[in-house]
Nanobody, 121 residues
Framework: QVQLVESGGGLVQPGSSLRLSCLAPRGTLRRYAMGWFRQAPGEEREFVAGSKWNNIEYYADSVKGRFTISKDNAKNTIYLQMNNLVLGDTAVYFC???????????????WGKGTPVTVSS
């Protein structure tokens, strides 16, 4: 069992930045593709950003140029830097570990419990 723990969510104004963190068990980042998904109220969960074990990155079109995924193997942590947040970014953000690529909702092996991000003026 791989336990993923997210942190860093909050309430921010449009145009602000937030950085989400996801702590994983030791070695997870080298064995799995790691990424972020989000689920807005009443919507389906969707892919946001992913990083393959060889550090190839992939982003949803809606966040490209605003969000950046990164990894710190020494800290067993992945991050999602979110800049220029807009109202449509409001959602619960989930950390995910996937043994396949590209990452899809149905293919994810392990999920975190999520951290809420609310963008509101």
């Amino acid at each position: 069992q791989v336990q993923l723990v997210e942190s860093g969510g909050g309430l921010v104004q449009p145009g602000s930045s937030l950085r989400l963190s996801c702590l994983a068990p030791r070695g997870t980042l080298r064995r799995y593709a790691m990424g972020w998904f989000r689920q807005a109220p009443g919507e389906e969960r969707e892919f946001v950003a992913g990083s393959k074990w060889n550090n190839i990155e992939y982003y949803a079109d809606s966040v490209k140029g605003r969000f950046t995924i990164s990894k710190d193997n020494a800290k067993n942590t992945i991050y999602l830097q979110m800049n220029n947040l807009v109202l449509g970014d409001t959602a619960v953000y989930f950390c995910a570990a996937d043994s396949s690529w590209p990452m899809t909702v149905d293919g994810v092996d392990y999920w975190g419990k999520g951290t809420p991000v609310t963008v509101s003026s």
